[in-house]
């Protein structure tokens, strides 16, 4: 089986955009925050693949574990994580308070609109990555795009959104939340020349590939890999690699990357696929030697299709 490139679809937020990037198609009547790759068969992938782009805040938001999501009926939680491609100056994102707090205490400062001092709010700057696992209470500002890993499931409990006349899942929210400051579950390390592991578990594994590399890819029994292009080009199966696309790989593919580009590897799982590109470069040898050097993110990433016409 080929892999197969995912259909976008344009999803309408109050705080998304007007006026896209010019990748993403021309500029309609409504605001669009999110755009979703997805399996046009419409089966229940483990993940789901965004780019969200923001105009104004987001509501300050939890989502719940795969245990609590199941006493409601849903297969799985949410775990997430954002890849920064550009962030207007003094963009920010919350995760986490600034203090630890009871649910009691949690609840009385989302129904008097005191929550937003107490999110941790952080500067965002293009090429930081975030995992947030489910609990955490978060939320994004104005004059961001980023790409979004998640658990493939649509559940939000807003806590608090700055008056605006959208329903909030309060009691969902203090349940499902962790009121406490952040805490990264992972600390990311190079495994190779190029390779970086961003994220390891626990509900899935994202890379970072930054040097030329070419051979097969090819996943686990049970573990698909999504494969995102951030800048830069290449081939899978003879088809041309290139973003703002997302690729599904449920078996092997020919892959290859070119000099200077960037690509994100997803997968379910809360381990490394070793084997996950093999090189069959004529001489190309072994890359993937275990080395947990520090991961230190680019001080920028500024991919030519993001830029407005």
Not at 210 to 224: D, I, M, N, S, V
Not at 279 to 298: K, M
């Amino acid at each position: 089986m080929k892999a197969s490139r995912l259909d976008k679809r344009n999803v309408e937020k109050v705080w998304g955009r007007q006026h896209l990037p010019r990748a993403f198609g021309a500029d309609g009547a409504c605001p669009v925050g999110e755009i979703w790759f997805q399996d046009r068969t419409g089966g229940d992938a483990e993940l789901l693949i965004k780019y969200l782009l923001t105009s104004e805040k987001l509501s300050i938001q939890v989502h719940p574990d795969d245990a609590v999501a199941r006493t409601r009926g849903y297969k799985r939680g949410k775990d997430e994580a954002w890849l920064i491609i550009d962030a207007e100056p003094g963009a920010r994102i919350g995760l986490g308070l600034r203090r630890e707090m009871t649910k009691e205490g949690l609840r009385a400062a989302a129904l008097d609109g005191s929550i937003e001092d107490l999110i941790d709010w952080r500067e965002a700057r293009a090429g930081d990555f975030l995992y947030s696992p489910a609990g955490t209470i978060h939320a994004l500002g104005p004059g961001l795009t980023l790409i979004e890993i998640q658990q493939n499931v649509d559940l939000t409990y807003r806590l608090y959104d700055y008056g605006r006349p959208r329903p909030l899942q309060l009691d969902e929210a203090i349940e499902a939340a962790r009121p406490e400051p952040f805490r990264a579950p992972f600390q990311p390390y190079r495994h190779g020349p190029g390779r970086q592991i961003l994220a390891e578990g626990p509900a899935f594994v994202v890379e970072r590939w930054t040097e030329a590399a070419g051979g097969q890819l090819a996943g686990e029994a049970k573990r698909p890999v999504w494969l995102i292009p951030v800048a830069g080009s290449g081939l899978i199966d003879d088809e041309p690699l290139a973003p703002p696309e997302v690729w599904l790989v449920e078996a092997q593919s020919r892959v290859r990357i070119d000099p200077g580009s960037e690509m994100l590897f997803a997968y379910p799982g809360d381990r490394i696929i070793e084997d996950l590109l093999v090189d069959t470069r004529r001489g190309g040898g072994e890359i993937l030697p275990d080395d947990r050097r520090t991961y230190v993110p680019p001080v920028r990433i500024s991919p030519s299709f993001y830029e407005d016409e």
